[in-house]
C-alpha cells in the first residue's frame, strides 16, 4: 500500500459491535468508509433483526467497576472514544454491578449514529471477496456466510478452528410466579435488579436429573464437531459434568439470602432485565441446547417458572475464528497483507467488549495507514493490549477464543501483593500507559 492520502473508501465488512467500532473509528479519523452488512437480505441462524451491532446473546457487557477486568477493559474504550460504550451506557438499564443494555434501544442507537455518520456509507449486501488492493477491516464475525468463509479459506490458505457456541432462553414477565422468586443482587450491589428463583436440595436434585438426561438438538452433529468454547458452555454439558458443577457456576447461591426464611438457598437461578421495561427476563447462564419441548418442560420444573412462556428459546450455533497467533501481527493486520485488517470474534476475541476493542483497534491502526503513518501496538500492561497480545501469540496449536481477564496482564514489579491490592496496582499501571499510549498516538 502507499503511503499517499487515499480519497477512495476503505471497506469494513461485517455490521456487529466490531464492524461498527471499527468503521466509526476510521469515519471520526477522517477515513471514508463504506460499511457492508449482508443482513436483511442473507440472515444468520441467531440475528433477529436489521440493525447494526445487534447483542445476539445476552445483554450484558458484564461487570462494570474498574475492580475487575472487565470494568477495566470498558473504562479503557470509553477513554479511547468508543461508539459502542458510549450508546451501551446511554441505553444501561439496572443490572447491579453489570453493565447491561435494553437491546433494542443499544441496537437502534449504534445504527442511527453509523447511517448518520457524513464519512460512512452503509451497503447491504453479502460480500463474496475483497479486491486486490483494498484496505478493509474483515469483521464479519463467529456467523462469516459460507461464500465469504469460503474466500478467506482461499486467502488464508488454511482451515479454520471452531467451537459451537450457545445462547441462553428469554422469559416473559407476565408468566413468572412472583410468590416464588425475590428480587436482590448478589452481595448487594445494586438496587434488587435480578430475579432469584431459589431451590432446595430436593428441587435441585430433582431438575438436575432431569437436566442431565434431557434430549439435546446436537444429535446430528458429527462426533469430532461437538467441541464447546469453555468460558459458554451449555447448562446441559456442565450437568453431566457432576451433580454439583451447576452450583458452583450458574446455580451458585454465595451472596443471595432468600428475605422469606433468612437463609441462603442451596441453588438459585438468576433471571436479568432484558429490556427498560423489564417485560423481558433472560436466563443468566443458562444458554443450552435443549430441544424446545425439553427447555419448556426442565426449566418449568425451577421455583416461579412453572407457567413461564419464553419469548426467545436457547439455541447453539456455530462460531468461527481463525488461528491468529498463526495469521496476525500484534496491530491485527494480516501477516503478508498488511491492508487486510481482522477484528471482532472472527479473530478469537471472546465477548462483547472484547469484540469491540478489537474493533476499535483496527480502525485506529487502519485510519493510521491510511493516511501514512504506522500502525501501533497498544501496550499490553492494558487490558486491551493483553487480550490483544494474548491472540496474536498464543499457542496456535492449542489456540481457544479467550475472554478478557487479569492473568493475560504482565506481572507487577515488586512484592507479593494481596488480592485486591493487585487489581488496584494492575488497573493504575493499566490506564497510566493508556494515557502515553493516547497521548503518542494523537502526536
Known sequence: MT?????????????????????????????????????????????????????????????????????????????????????????????????AVDREEFADGVTAAITGHPRIEVVRQEVTSIPPGQPAV?????????????????????????????????????????????????YGKGEAD???????????GVFWENLRTAETSQAHLPEERRHFFEGCLPVEVLAARGKDTLRFG????????????GRRPYAVVQLRPENREKTLYNMVGFQTNLRRPEQRRIFRLIPGLEEAEFARYGMMHRNTFINSPELLLPTLQLRGNEDLFFAGQLTGVEGYVESTA???????????????????????ATATGALLAHITTADPAHFQPMNCHFGLLPPLAGGKKGKKERKKALVERALAELAVFMRQTRD
Not at 441462553?168 to 410468590?179: H, M, Q
Not at 450458574?250 to 426464611?261: E, F, I, N, Q
Not at 491502526?365 to 501496550?379: E, I, K, Q, Y
Request: net charge positive.
Open 3 to 99: 503511503h499517499a492520502v487515499r480519497r477512495s473508501p476503505v471497506w469494513v465488512v461485517g455490521g456487529g459491535l466490531a464492524g461498527s467500532e471499527a468503521a466509526w473509528q476510521l469515519a471520526e479519523a477522517g477515513v471514508p468508509v463504506r460499511l457492508l452488512e449482508m443482513r436483511p437480505h442473507t440472515g444468520t441462524p441467531a440475528h433477529n433483526t436489521s440493525y447494526l451491532a445487534e447483542l445476539v446473546c445476552s445483554n450484558s457487557l458484564k461487570a462494570d467497576y474498574l475492580e475487575s477486568a472487565a470494568g477495566l477493559l470498558k473504562e479503557e474504550l470509553r477513554r479511547l472514544g468508543s461508539l459502542i460504550m458510549r450508546i451501551a451506557d446511554q441505553t444501561r438499564i439496572p443490572a447491579g454491578g453489570a453493565l
Open 138 to 186: 474483515i469483521a464479519t464475525g463467529p456467523l462469516t456466510s459460507p461464500a465469504f468463509s469460503q474466500w478467506l479459506r482461499e486467502i488464508l490458505g488454511r482451515d479454520y478452528l471452531y467451537f459451537y457456541d450457545a445462547a441462553a432462553p428469554v422469559l416473559t414477565a407476565g408468566s413468572l410466579d412472583f410468590s416464588k422468586i425475590f428480587a436482590a443482587s448478589r
Open 250 to 261: 450458574a446455580m451458585k447461591p454465595v451472596g443471595l439470602v432468600d428475605p422469606r426464611t
Open 194 to 204: 435480578y430475579l432469584n428463583c431459589p431451590l432446595t436440595q430436593e428441587e435441585y
Open 358 to 380: 478489537a474493533g476499535l483497534v483496527a480502525g485506529i491502526n487502519l485510519a493510521r495507514r491510511w493516511s501514512g503513518h504506522p500502525p501501533r501496538v497498544v501496550p499490553a
